[in-house]
């Protein structure tokens, strides 16, 4: 299994980016996925996650309410829609994804760079 993710770039803070993740090699229909992110010199953090079904999703406090997860299964692909880009979002993001309920994630994909300016 492979993860692709795209997406990233610059941003003036304020903005939008929407950041994609497809899935080939099988079909993660079954699979929980979640977006992390890692700042230079910071550990890699968890900013949001959603189930197999995509009926629960779950997310850091610090994007609540400006990050949306979103997935089409059909398409092997999970999103994730930032708005209100602020400079303490710039990070790489990487797309992983999960057997569902296991505690560790199986698959990583490659991240994508997100920079926001003030």
Request: charged share 20%; with cysteine; aromatic share 14%.
């Amino acid at each position: 299994v492979q993860l692709q993710a795209s997406g990233g770039g610059l941003v003036q803070a304020g903005g939008s980016l929407r950041l994609s993740c497809a899935a080939s090699g099988r079909t993660l229909s079954n699979y929980d996925w979640g977006w992390f992110r890692q700042a230079p010199g910071k550990d890699r953090e968890f900013v949001a996650g959603i189930r197999w079904s995509g009926g629960t999703t779950y997310y850091r406090d610090s994007v609540k309410g400006r990050f949306t997860i979103s997935r089409v299964n059909a398409e092997n692909t999970v999103y994730l829609q930032m708005n209100s880009l602020k400079p303490e979002d710039t990070a790489v993001y990487y797309c992983a994804a999960r057997y569902t309920d296991q505690p560790e994630y199986d698959y990583w994909g490659q991240g994508t760079l997100v920079t926001v300016s003030s």
